[in-house]
């Protein structure tokens, strides 16, 4: 296997289902320079001292033309005209400005209870989406009926968006991480000009809905950010729309993978599953061991250096595409004891499963409450649930990687 062809396979779909042998086959050097000029990081270490290191830029603008168009097709995208980029596309300061603003609503020091405060909520809506899975012949698609919908209803209460409008945005949001994807094989220009129009017309969506806020604020995330009187200073209205997309797109798109990988995981060590439905306690250390193992971000493709930097020899030059595999690095037996089994017991679970460093996720708290609430609820109430396939079909994604459907039989569901 050569170095060139091995960026290519990890992100072609054949190895969607199991991409964990190519990145042993990563983590054998370093540094791996792709053909299309893409340098791939698969070490747990290497890549956590590179997500704290200040030279290694999040901002596509410190990212060097690529011969034949950009490596990373999506790199593009923002700061279009259309968006302005979003702080998970900026650095600091002004990155660390727009984080700080955004957090105000969000959590600690100045909101500690808000997501805690939604635990109810979240309950209340799991129980709903339970109450109504067993369509009577015994099946059920575990991402359609109860791993899409569930986060997508917490982000919509959380940010005042009508879920009612679901529909509408469900479209843009699945184009937009699309472009996310690194497809050296897709013509780029046509997936820039499809995702520009998927930006334009969110853009549009959400600019008269925090008009409508503007005029009538409610205590909802989107209401405090057009508010705008943080002391860190106030958005323009640009960069609240663009907060807001960011916002909407990483509440929707990962935590439906984060339910669905556990539960795939669940019924591949049933007796796993079976400790969960005794003791719900077990979720908390059990969505750790998740993001260690089956991480819904495998990759950070949108970094690249912003002076030379010598990495084990290799000088990777400023402004060339970096892509660091957390979920290489979360396999890494330099760093985690037999890593390829999955055991929520494990003690020492550091992953980069929520990244790491100034960019490491903003909504981490909600995304584990929601995947811990989720997990021991389907483990209490579903009755001897098992998988009819295995493995079951993915999304195209390789960066956002989850099952498209988890088609499960059941025996019933538990009051
Ligand atoms: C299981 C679910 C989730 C996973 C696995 C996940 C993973 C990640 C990762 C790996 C990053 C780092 C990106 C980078 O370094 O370039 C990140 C950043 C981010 N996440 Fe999440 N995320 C999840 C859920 C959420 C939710 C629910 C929200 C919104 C409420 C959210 C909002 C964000 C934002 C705004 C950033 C950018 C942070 C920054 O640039 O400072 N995420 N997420």
């Not at 983590?27 to 299309?36: A, F, G, L």
């Not at 949001?173 to 094989?185: F, I, K, Y």
């Not at 550091?350 to 483990?379: D, T």
Request: contains cysteine; glycine residues 8%.
């Amino acid at each position: 296997m050569t170095d060139t062809s091995l960026f290519q396979q990890i992100t072609d779909y054949a190895n969607r289902a199991d991409p964990y042998p190519l990145y042993t086959e990563l983590r054998k050097s370093p540094v791996h320079r792709d053909e299309t000029g893409v340098y791939v990081v698969g070490g747990y270490h290497d890549i956590l001292s590179l997500l704290h290191d200040p030279r290694i830029s999040s901002d596509a603008r410190n990212r060097a033309e690529q011969p034949g168009g950009s490596a990373l097709p999506g790199e593009e995208d923002e700061g279009d005209g259309v968006l302005p980029p979003t702080f998970l596309r900026l650095d600091p300061p002004e990155h660390d400005r727009l984080r700080a603003i955004t957090n105000r609503p969000f959590g600690p020091p100045h909101s500690p209870r808000r997501i805690d405060g939604m635990r109810g909520e979240l309950r209340t809506i799991v129980t709903d989406l339970i109450d109504h899975l067993d369509g009577g012949d015994g099946t059920l698609d575990v991402v359609e009926q109860f791993s899409y919908p569930f986060p997508v209803t917490v982000i919509c209460r959380l940010l005042g968006i009508p879920r009612a409008d679901e529909s509408r945005f469900h479209s843009w949001a699945d184009t937009l991480v699309s472009t996310l994807d690194p497809r050296p094989d897709v013509d780029t220009a046509e997936r820039v000009r499809i995702a520009q129009q998927a930006r334009l017309e969110l853009g549009m969506y959400l600019n008269a809905l925090l008009d409508e806020r503007r005029k009538k604020p409610g205590d909802d995330m989107l209401s405090h950010l057009v508010a705008g009187n943080a002391p860190e200073g106030r958005m323009s209205g640009m960069e609240v729309l663009a907060t807001a997309a960011l916002l909407l797109i990483a509440g929707h798109e990962t935590t439906v993978n984060l339910i669905t990988n556990g539960m795939l995981t669940l019924l591949r060590h049933p007796e796993i599953l079976e400790r969960l439905r005794e003791d719900p306690r077990l979720a908390v250390p059990l969505v750790e061991e998740l993001l260690r193992f089956e991480p819904p971000v495998q990759m950070l493709p949108n970094r690249s250096p912003i002076a030379d930097i010598e990495l084990h020899g290799v000088t990777v030059p400023k402004g060339s595409p970096l892509c660091l595999v957390v979920a290489s690095g979360n396999r890494d037996p330099a760093r985690f004891e037999d890593p390829d089994r999955f055991d929520p017991d494990r003690r020492d679970v550091q992953h980069l499963g929520l990244g790491s460093g100034v960019h490491s996720c903003f909504g981490a708290p909600l995304a584990r409450l929601e995947a811990q609430l989720a997990l021991a609820e389907l483990a209490r109430r579903l009755e001897a649930p098992r998988l009819l396939e295995d493995p079951p079909p993915y999304r195209q994604n390789a960066v956002l990687r989850g099952p498209r459907h988890l088609r499960i039989a059941v025996d019933g569901v538990r009051p």
